[in-house]
């Protein structure tokens, strides 16, 4: 079993008793983010990639659509800032972009799933390492044909999926598997990580880091920028913490004037 927690104010989270709303579900919950202002997507343990809408009254959580892409755990869902496509990371060792993931109709709140784009795409070839199944996706957040993932051995790489004989940029940031990544909003985004090291890094477009920190006792599992100060990215752990860690001034400028 797993649950879905909705904080309104971010850093009230992981206190059960400041929760909006919240739900139980039948399998473990391994990732989510939101693709509107009451829809969430997750990633699920048994293999399958779901849908969540938060109730207008926020009372309740309902379960809109449930697809299985995946033939292991899915451990991350990224979409992009459109809204109309997404990605899936699995242990299966494939992520799997899907295009039109879900339509919403204004007047009818009608959803309904799609089918992945052309077909899903296998890293173990391409990277050309023997370990690496992709453990942690993500969108670029103005580029729709450019994703960044990571990897069980610690490797976060960059690649554009329209492209295929451009080669993967990846660099080794992590000791251990990779669990989380997202881009910050900047004009030049910086990448975020996460990871079973118990380390928090920030790399730029090289991969090049520009931020670490090792405050957190056990594996880091999700990461977050924050949508009111792009210095900001909250991170939340097997440690039971949800902590908040502030880039320099200096490189969210650099990054915001590139």
Known sequence: LGSIWVFKDPLKAPNEEFCTVGVQTEAGVVD????????????????AVELWE?????????????????????????????KT???????????????????????TSRMCSSTPLKH????LSEIGVSCCSPTAVT???????????????GIVGIKNLQNETD????????TRAVSGLEF??????????VSEDCT????????????????????VRSVSWSPLNSAVISTAGWDHQVLHHTISKETALNAAED
């Not at 989510?32 to 293999?47: E, F, K, N």
């Not at 242990?91 to 007047?107: E, G, K, W």
Request: aromatic share 8%; proline share 2%; charged share 20%.
């Open 120 to 123: 899903s795409i296998s890293l």
């Open 54 to 82: 938060v109730s207008e009254s926020e009372a309740l959580m309902m379960n809109k659509f449930c697809k299985y892409e995946h033939d292991d755990i899915v451990t991350k869902v990224s979409v992009l800032s459109g």
């Open 139 to 153: 969108w670029h957040p103005q580029k729709e044909d450019i994703i960044a993932f990571g990897t069980e051995d």
């Open 184 to 193: 910050s909003s900047h004009s030049t985004p910086l990448l975020a990580s």
């Open 167 to 174: 080669s993967i940029q990846t660099s080794k940031v992590h």
């Open 85 to 107: 496509h997404a990605v899936s990371g699995s242990l299966d060792c494939r992520f799997v972009p899907l295009a039109s993931l879900f339509v919403i109709t204004v007047h």
């Open 200 to 219: 928090v890094a920030v790399v730029d477009m090289d991969l090049s880091k520009v931020f670490q920190d090792q405050s957190h006792k056990d594996f």
């Open 32 to 47: 989510t983010c939101w693709v509107s202002d009451r829809g969430i997507l997750v990633a699920s343990d048994s293999g």
